[in-house]
């Protein structure tokens, strides 16, 4: 077992957010700000409210993650970040409506203080937005120095040594991966060319990690994914995950599907389809910017049930994902999913979800978890993709020649243990010889 060597989390740390004025980001300032007045418990936020196991079961130690590995304090996050609208995150929060006005109200000075700055930005790449409050420049190797600047100068502004950049902007259109992503010499003539193939979250993406940023894709974009820009992080030392938050139906999906697998069920067909009001609701209803979206939530069943070794259950089931953009319906996601389903003497049964979900509240812890775990990576020297995080995502980031983990289950158990080893604990398989658990360490000759 490796033995990690933790840089304490001293001072601020300092969070900018793309997108910062759009209902996910204001709904997790909101929330911060509450928590730190005693107002609400973060709730929904693995490393605030769960806890981890160490030694045996019967030991019956389970400390708060929080206080198991040296994470900053919510009340040590500084925030900033970019937009394409110029207004403060309290008007912001309230166009986007997912909150009541007494929770607005409980925070309004500090949300009031926070501004964005000018954000790159492409109609090309987000047909249905439009922004004024943009930066210019002749190319996209110029937009991206910007960025780099922004980021410097916020950390000077702050007294910061260590930032965490999130992107929570909008669904980009489809981007097949191209020579341009390929190396990092590339990709930089790429942005001086200004290839149509690079697209804004890749800008803020190469910005944060030239800068020694972490950064998190929170959504379906190719953005950060690429071998470039992985290349980058791995050169600069810096950890990169993603892609697209985890959040509602998905969620379901990692829960659902492994139980089919677990007990030899077949699929037939699965139907997932979503009503939403809000601007992300709008964006994917461009057809380019939902098929990003829908590759995303398209990936996971067939890692999960692994139809090539299990044919008979399931290499015909069919698949099929909607959404549709529904304004009186706002922030408040409803997910549908019918799941035609199989079992003895194959004998037909069905499943029906039915999830109203609020897709901002339950986006925002995942926020916060990402955020103080990306920073925790970055002080034990973790560099490059961080698949240990693969839980917060519908298509985890993961290194090449490697299948990518979706089952929320083996997710939960590969992070925490990754938490154990930092710690220099041992890590948990719950194998049980005769009432006694064993080590990792101990079954290594059968691995």
Not at 7 to 17: A, F, H, M, N, Y
Not at 70 to 82: E, Y
Not at 337 to 343: A, T
Request: with cysteine; glycine share 6%; net charge negative.
């Amino acid at each position: 077992m490796k033995n990690y060597e933790i840089q304490k989390p001293g001072g601020k740390l300092g969070v900018l957010i793309v997108g910062l004025n759009g209902a996910v980001s204001t709904t997790f300032l909101a929330g911060i700000f509450a928590v730190r007045k005693g107002l609400s418990l973060p709730i929904g936020s693995l490393t605030q409210m769960g806890t981890v196991r160490i030694g045996k079961r019967s030991d019956n130690h389970f400390p708060r993650i929080k206080d198991f590995v040296p994470l900053n304090s919510i009340d040590d996050l500084v925030f900033g970040g970019w937009d394409i609208r110029e207004e403060n995150c309290y008007d912001a929060a309230k166009y986007a409506k997912v909150l009541n006005e007494n929770d607005l109200n409980n925070v309004t000075d500090e949300l009031k203080s926070i501004k964005p700055m000018k954000a790159v930005f492409d109609q090309n790449y987000v047909k249905r937005l439009n922004g004024d409050f943009v930066k210019k420049g002749k190319t996209k190797h110029e937009l991206m120095q910007q960025l780099r600047d922004d980021i410097e100068l916020f950390k000077e502004a702050n007294s910061l040594e260590r930032v965490v950049v999130v992107w929570a902007g909008s669904t980009e259109i489809f981007i097949e991966q191209k020579d341009v992503h390929k190396t990092i010499e590339a990709f930089e003539e790429g942005m001086k060319n200004n290839d149509p193939d690079i697209s804004p979250s890749m800008l803020y993406a190469y910005a944060a990690v030239s800068e020694g940023a972490p950064f998190i894709n929170g959504s379906p974009n190719l953005c950060v994914d690429i071998p470039a820009i992985v290349d980058l992080a791995i050169k600069k030392e810096v950890p990169i995950a993603g892609k697209d938050f985890k959040t509602g139906q998905t969620l379901i999906k990692t829960v659902i599907a492994p139980m089919l697998k677990m007990r030899m069920l077949g699929l037939n067909g699965w139907f997932s389809d979503n009503i939403l009001g809000n601007r992300d609701g709008e964006v994917l209803d461009d057809p380019g910017s939902f098929k990003t979206k829908e590759e995303s939530k398209l990936s996971v069943l067939n890692t999960i049930l692994q139809p090539e070794l299990y044919k008979e259950l399931y290499s015909n089931y069919y698949h099929k994902v909607r959404i549709n953009y529904y304004p009186p319906r706002g922030d408040n996601k409803e997910g549908w999913d019918n799941i035609d389903i199989f079992g003895w003497l194959g004998y037909p049964m069905e499943l029906k979800i039915n999830f109203l979900c609020r897709d901002s509240i339950l986006a925002a812890p995942i926020m916060l978890d990402l955020i103080l775990f990306a920073d925790l990576a970055q002080r034990s020297n973790m560099k490059g993709i961080q698949e240990w995080l693969s839980l917060f995502f519908k298509s985890p980031m993961h290194s090449e020649n490697i299948v990518p983990e979706h089952d929320l289950f083996i997710q939960s158990m590969k992070l925490k243990n990754t938490l154990r080893e930092l710690m220099n604990e041992m890590p948990i398989t719950h194998l049980d010889t005769n009432g006694v658990e064993h080590s990792v360490e101990e079954y290594e000759c059968y691995d």
